[in-house]
């Protein structure tokens, strides 16, 4: 591989593992309309409850491994 910044061939191509979330967002409007309250409730009546079900939501945030080949130059440090 021929580094596109300085034109040297002295490169190292490095497989990289991406850890993705996925997540599901609510809107905007939800937030307005739903959220801010759902909270206030949550915190008031169900600390408890909330935080499990915090960290059962957590769980289930799904976690996608990306590979990613990147080239690194070793003459300019450029990686493309
Ligand atoms: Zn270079």
Known sequence: ???PKCGSENTNIQVIN???LKTKHHGVLWWLC???WWIF???IFLTVPA???AI???KRKKIKNV???VCVCQNC???W
């Open 1 to 3: 591989m021929r580094c």
């Open 18 to 20: 991406e850890q993705v």
């Open 34 to 36: 739903v959220g801010w």
């Open 41 to 43: 409730v949550k915190w």
């Open 51 to 53: 935080l499990l079900a």
């Open 56 to 58: 059962f939501v957590g």
């Open 67 to 69: 590979q990613k080949k």
């Open 77 to 79: 440090g450029n990686t």
